[in-house]
């Protein structure tokens, strides 16, 4: 068990909706990160928040979007859903502020849109 | 980003020791290397991370050769439960904090 907590673990949904991913990161973590992993694309870094701030930005769409809150939890906002949207969505945390420190991946959650 | 090249996947007997290569002809000196591993189902761990000595942890020995354009992932006695996706992933000090993946190598071990 890495301490990073994800919810829902399934999420189904149809083209067009919109749906919402939450990541608790481990105790007194200040960085999260979004990871999407697809069939064809492999694991891609979408997004870093640090205590609340966004810090870096990947491969993330327009019709994503995430934010970090006061109590460090994060969620990951994905709407206009698409069949392509299906996937594994990791969120990962670490310290925050040290440079090659590890990150500590949750059990993810999987979006299957239909 | 510089870029790895590992073998899509290798087997190895279970109670064996097993090597991971990895090659990064490109890396820079301030890349550290990383690896990481991806049990079925679950999301990836952390294994282990060098810049240019040999590392030892509790799960796993990175080589590193004296170029720095190749590893070796060393798993000392492997057992069914190090079945699993393993992906070298270069880190620059300079750059931000985001974990790049490739393709990695997917790692079957024969009981």
């Known amino acids: 068990d890495s301490g990073v907590t994800q919810t829902p673990k399934h999420l189904i949904t149809a083209t067009g909706q919109r749906v919402t991913l939450r990541c608790s990161p481990r105790s007194g973590d200040l960085s999260v990160y979004w990871y999407q992993q697809s069939l064809d694309q492999g694991l891609q870094f979408l997004i870093q928040?640090?205590?609340?701030?966004?810090?870096a930005k990947g491969n993330i769409l327009e019709r994503f979007s995430a934010q970090q809150f006061p109590d460090l939890h994060s969620e990951l906002n994905l709407s206009s859903l698409e069949l392509g949207d299906s996937a594994l969505y990791f969120c990962?945390?670490?310290?925050?502020?040290?440079?090659?420190?590890?990150?500590?991946f949750g059990p993810g959650t999987r979006l299957l849109v239909l | 980003d510089a870029k790895t090249t590992q073998p899509n996947s290798m087997e190895s007997n279970e109670e064996e020791p097993v090597h991971l290569p990895c090659n990064h002809s490109?890396?820079?000196?301030?890349?550290?290397i990383h690896w990481y591993r991806q049990l079925p189902s679950q999301g990836p761990e952390y294994v282990i991370h060098g810049l240019t000595s040999n590392v030892n942890n509790r799960m796993a020995s990175l080589a590193i050769a004296e170029d720095r354009k190749s590893s070796t992932l060393i798993l000392h006695r492997a057992t069914l439960r190090d079945a699993a996706v393993y992906y070298c992933i270069l880190r620059d000090v300079r750059g931000n904090e985001k974990l790049t993946f490739g393709t990695g190598t997917r790692l079957t071990i024969i009981p």
């Open positions: 928040y640090y205590n609340g701030e966004e810090r």
């Open positions: 990962a945390s670490s310290r925050g502020g040290v440079h090659q420190e590890t990150q500590y």
């Open positions: 490109t890396i820079s000196g301030t890349d550290y």
